[in-house]
């Protein structure tokens, strides 16, 4: 007699996967029986996944049960390209920008917090509150929906960066302190490939470095597309990622690069002027920042980017980790080298 054939094992489903990791760690955390619902995908850069969900209390230790919070996970991919400061590391500087009055995600718990058991989803992770409002920066700069709050942006974008950069540096441990022109310079000498632009930008940036001043925690990605806005203007800051101590006029010029204006002509995100951010930013407490300045770092960050296209795209080609997202930067590289000839003219 034959046996009747049997049907394949189903596939196991991640996303459930992920959500019961979720419920266990915030069920843990806060002591009761939570609910995981309503889990999508965001979209979350090269080099980390981002997930929206509701987490419901259902036991009675929380009280009545049945209170629902809007969160967002946020884990590393495996092979994704790494920065600065990994997610621990980002969870530190998150709890410090809150206390410095930044407007940022409240965080509610991540990889290594007491309580957590490793890399319980994989990779180092964290979770924060869901901020409402909108991220993808061409619907910031032309939907209706903001026409209201895109006057207002820059002069926000300035009062908030001096929050940033009153951030006390004793207060999150390891940020790297490296020399901008030096870093990018060794980058592109282990990529081993010819950009003459590049190399010009590097030179010039050499030969014209502005007297040094007090070192600031800075953002380092501070931009148009890592902003919550709402129709009230801004909301939030997002993506610590890249935060480290270097100059405060770093994140006002790489707000103005032309990469972030999305099409549009205002230089200062696609929203705003030059003398709105600096007039805000001066006004809530910041340092004086020349126009000399700004201009060498709007050429430093220009050349950071394209060099950053290119790490993207030999991540892809290297096989670390597999994205179309991270091949078509690569057609970056050279509207980059574009905007650098541009700024040094």
């Known amino acids: ?4 054939p049997t049907s394949p094992s189903p596939e196991p489903d991640p996303t459930a996967a992920l959500a019961g990791s979720l419920a266990d760690v915030l069920g843990r955390h806060w002591g009761a029986t939570t609910r995981i619902d309503d889990m999508r995908r965001l979209s979350g ?3 980390r996944e981002t997930w929206a969900f509701r987490a419901t209390s259902v036991g009675e230790q929380r009280g009545s049960g049945g209170s629902s919070l809007d969160l967002v996970l946020q884990r590393e991919r495996p092979g994704g390209v790494r920065h600065s400061v990994g997610l621990g590391r980002e969870a530190a500087v998150l709890r410090a920008a809150a206390t410095a009055a930044v407007p940022v995600p409240e965080l509610i718990l991540a990889d290594g917090d007491p309580g957590t058991d490793g890399h319980r989803f994989g990779s180092p992770w964290l979770i ?3 901020v409402p409002g909108e991220t993808i920066a061409r619907r910031i700069l032309r939907d209706d929906r903001y026409r209201a709050a895109r006057p207002r942006l820059a002069g926000q974008c300035g009062t908030v960066l001096a929050s940033v950069h009153r951030i006390p540096m004793a207060s999150v441990d390891g940020l790297d302190a490296d020399d901008p022109v030096t870093q990018y310079r060794d980058l592109i000498d282990q ?3 010819p950009h003459p632009a590049f190399e010009l930008g590097l030179r010039w940036l050499e030969a014209n470095r502005p007297p040094p001043v007090e070192p600031v925690v800075v953002h380092g990605d501070f931009r148009n597309g890592n902003l919550v806005v709402g129709v009230d203007g801004l909301r939030a800051v997002l993506d610590w990622e890249l935060a480290h101590v270097g100059e405060p006029a770093e994140d006002l010029a790489w707000l103005c690069l032309r990469a972030w204006r999305f099409g549009s002509e205002l230089p ?3 929203f705003g002027h030059r003398d709105e951010l600096l007039d805000a930013y001066g006004a809530a407490g910041g ?3 020349d126009d ?3 201009h060498w770092w709007e050429i430093m960050g220009t050349l950071r980017w394209g060099v950053i296209c290119i790490v993207q795209t ?3 080609r290297a096989g670390l980790a597999r994205s179309v997202e991270l091949a078509a930067i690569g057609r970056r590289v050279c509207e980059t080298e574009r905007d650098l000839l541009d700024l040094l003219e």
């Not at 007699?1 to 009747?4: D, L, N, R, V, W």
């Open 1 to 4: 007699m034959t046996s009747a």
């Open 45 to 47: 850069g090269a080099s």
């Open 128 to 130: 924060t509150a869901f």
């Open 191 to 193: 990529l081993g490939q």
């Open 268 to 270: 200062v995100g696609g």
């Open 287 to 289: 340092c004086a920042i």
């Open 292 to 294: 000399q300045r700004l």
């Open 314 to 316: 030999v991540t892809h």
